[in-house]
């Protein structure tokens, strides 16, 4: 992937706290090989230099190749999170992600994966691209005379590395999140699609139900959605059959039978409506996982834009409709923030009656190219305000009020007589911690006319006297 982390200690020290971080310093207090293990607070110092990276954007707002935007929907607190992070080990790398978190605390878990995930990332692909370089040399040491490369055998090995990177930093994040103190993952989790962009090389790896899709021209230059990721719920057989087998169950409640859930052996709880997810602890003994999809895919002049998003927007609109706001919206800053005010419309004739999830959009242009500043003031202007909002840990509501119209209660998070007493925690604790391979006959996609629930119905009691499944 190029760009080695730099060993050098007094590049980094010599930093104050009002300049800029480079990513090789950070990567050096995150992931040095120094026997001296790293403590808890330093982790904590390292992440608090994240916010001084450059080319690294997770509000609202735009980079020199991308728009993100992010808005609450009507559960409560906005438990989406997304990531740009240009010039990511190297010039000419990009990385990009959604979380979608979901349970009494996900918005911090979700918050929690997209600072710590691409880092774990960056480290896990330097050190298998040093691995892999040195195995090269090594066989050209013992065979000096052969210069005849194959570059079919040279692409497998690079995509096994880049798989293996992305598996070990999925596994490392959910260890990690497991081992927090401060954070309690047990019945509350996140959703994860990442992107790592090379010049023509996209790799991805993911988890859960928020999608990608690539806007690419076909032979009569018309515009045209290739769905990139599976959106990984229960009912997909695979899934299914991988928690059924390690006890869980999977079925869906007589008032909601198109959503598959995840559920105990032993109790009807917590009702996850994905398969694959960091967190959920409670769930991970009976079959879901955080272990990761991954794909790699090479682009072409055709390609036009990605799209990365929560189950927010899948839930209302199609791909081809989310690929026909994007290249039809005034100003591509503005993209991101149009696909999420038509997703908001959207839920109100469709879903009147339900409260509108949580939506976060990353739209990602391959061309490199965005609009001239000159044109964009409205945008920035709308950005402004919308990174004020954010930083305040809770999303605006929306301009009709919170209670402006009715909505089934059945569709909160916590379906639970506690529901009341834990968001007064859950938003009291975002308040103090304001930073704390798919083959054709797979593609799938969101749900089509029903009614969208969240993730987790209710949280699992568990009982001192029962003993194991």
């Given at each position: 992937?190029?760009?080695?982390?730099?060993?050098?200690?007094s590049?980094?020290?010599?930093?104050?706290?009002?300049?800029?971080?480079?990513?090789?310093?950070?990567?050096?207090?995150?992931?040095s090989r120094?026997?001296?293990?790293?403590?808890f607070?330093?982790?904590?110092?390292?992440l608090?230099?994240?916010?001084?990276?450059p080319?690294r954007?997770?509000t609202?707002?735009?980079?020199?190749t991308?728009?993100i935007?992010?808005?609450?929907?009507?559960?409560?607190?906005?438990q989406?999170?997304?990531?740009?992070?240009e010039?990511?080990?190297?010039?000419?790398?990009?990385?990009?992600?959604v979380?979608d978190?979901h349970?009494?605390?996900?918005?911090l878990?979700?918050?929690?994966?997209?600072d710590v995930l691409?880092?774990?990332?960056?480290s896990?692909?330097?050190?298998v691209?040093s691995?892999?370089?040195?195995s090269?040399?090594?066989?050209s040491?013992?065979?000096?005379e052969s210069?005849?490369?194959?570059?079919?055998?040279?692409q497998v090995?690079?995509?096994?590395?880049r798989?293996?990177?992305?598996?070990?930093?999925?596994?490392?994040?959910?260890?990690?999140?497991?081992?927090?103190?401060?954070?309690d993952?047990?019945?509350?989790?996140?959703t994860?699609?990442?992107l790592?962009?090379?010049g023509?090389?996209?790799?991805m790896?993911?988890i859960?139900?928020s999608?990608?899709?690539?806007?690419?021209?076909d032979?009569?230059?018309?515009?045209v959605?290739?769905?990139?990721?599976?959106?990984?719920?229960?009912?997909l057989?695979?899934?299914a059959?991988?928690?059924?087998?390690?006890?869980g169950?999977?079925?869906?409640?007589?008032?909601?039978?198109?959503?598959?859930?995840?559920?105990?052996?032993?109790d009807?709880?917590?009702?996850?409506?994905?398969?694959?997810?960091?967190g959920?602890?409670?769930v991970?003994?009976?079959?879901?996982?955080?272990?990761?999809?991954?794909?790699?895919?090479?682009?072409t002049?055709?390609?036009k834009?990605?799209?990365?998003?929560?189950?927010?927007?899948?839930?209302?609109l199609?791909n081809?409709?989310?690929?026909?706001?994007?290249?039809?919206?005034?100003?591509?800053?503005?993209?991101?923030?149009?696909l999420?005010?038509?997703?908001?419309r959207?839920?109100?004739?469709?879903?009147?009656?339900?409260?509108?999830?949580?939506?976060?959009?990353?739209c990602?242009f391959?061309?490199?190219?965005?609009?001239?500043e000159?044109?964009?003031?409205?945008?920035?202007?709308?950005?402004?305000?919308a990174?004020?909002s954010n930083?305040?840990?809770?999303?605006?509501?929306?301009?009709?009020?919170?209670?402006s119209?009715?909505?089934?209660?059945?569709?909160t998070?916590?379906?639970s007589?506690e529901e009341?007493?834990?968001?007064?925690?859950v938003?009291?604790?975002a308040?103090?911690?304001?930073?704390?391979?798919?083959?054709?006959d797979?593609?799938?996609?969101?749900?089509?006319?029903?009614?969208?629930v969240?993730?987790?119905?209710?949280?699992?009691r568990?009982?001192?006297?029962?003993?194991?499944p």
């Amino acid at each position: 992937m190029g760009g080695c982390v730099s060993t050098s200690s007094s590049t980094c020290s010599s930093r104050s706290n009002g300049e800029k971080v480079s990513p090789e310093c950070l990567g050096i207090n995150m992931f040095s090989r120094k026997k001296s293990r790293r403590t808890f607070s330093d982790h904590v110092i390292a992440l608090k230099h994240l916010s001084s990276i450059p080319n690294r954007i997770f509000t609202n707002g735009k980079s020199r190749t991308s728009c993100i935007y992010t808005q609450q929907g009507r559960k409560g607190i906005n438990q989406d999170a997304m990531i740009v992070w240009e010039d990511f080990m190297a010039e000419d790398v990009t990385f990009c992600g959604v979380f979608d978190g979901h349970g009494p605390h996900g918005h911090l878990v979700a918050r929690k994966v997209r600072d710590v995930l691409p880092l774990k990332l960056m480290s896990f692909l330097q050190s298998v691209e040093s691995k892999g370089n040195g195995s090269a040399a090594d066989c050209s040491n013992e065979n000096p005379e052969s210069e005849v490369l194959d570059p079919d055998k040279d692409q497998v090995n690079l995509d096994t590395q880049r798989r293996e990177a992305f598996l070990q930093s999925y596994k490392a994040m959910d260890k990690e999140l497991r081992s927090q103190p401060n954070l309690d993952c047990f019945c509350s989790g996140s959703t994860a699609i990442t992107l790592v962009k090379q010049g023509s090389n996209l790799y991805m790896g993911y988890i859960g139900d928020s999608r990608a899709i690539l806007a690419s021209k076909d032979d009569n230059d018309s515009m045209v959605a290739v769905q990139l990721t599976v959106d990984l719920k229960p009912d997909l057989p695979k899934e299914a059959e991988r928690i059924k087998q390690c006890k869980g169950r999977v079925f869906a409640l007589q008032d909601e039978p198109e959503v598959q859930r995840v559920w105990l052996p032993f109790d009807n709880a917590p009702g996850l409506a994905m398969a694959r997810a960091f967190g959920d602890f409670c769930v991970k003994d009976y079959g879901v996982i955080s272990v990761p999809e991954f794909s790699h895919r090479v682009l072409t002049e055709r390609d036009k834009f990605i799209v990365l998003a929560s189950d927010g927007v899948w839930d209302v609109l199609s791909n081809e409709e989310v690929v026909d706001i994007v290249s039809s919206a005034s100003t591509r800053s503005s993209a991101a923030r149009i696909l999420v005010d038509s997703a908001a419309r959207e839920w109100k004739i469709k879903y009147p009656t339900s409260k509108m999830d949580d939506c976060a959009v990353v739209c990602l242009f391959l061309d490199g190219k965005m609009d001239l500043e000159s044109d964009n003031e409205e945008e920035q202007c709308l950005t402004s305000a919308a990174l004020q909002s954010n930083h305040s840990g809770i999303a605006a509501e929306s301009d009709d009020g919170h209670n402006s119209e009715p909505s089934l209660q059945r569709n909160t998070t916590v379906r639970s007589a506690e529901e009341s007493d834990i968001y007064k925690r859950v938003i009291a604790e975002a308040e103090a911690d304001q930073e704390t391979t798919m083959t054709e006959d797979q593609k799938w996609s969101g749900l089509e006319g029903v009614t969208r629930v969240n993730s987790l119905v209710q949280l699992p009691r568990f009982s001192d006297e029962r003993q194991g499944p």
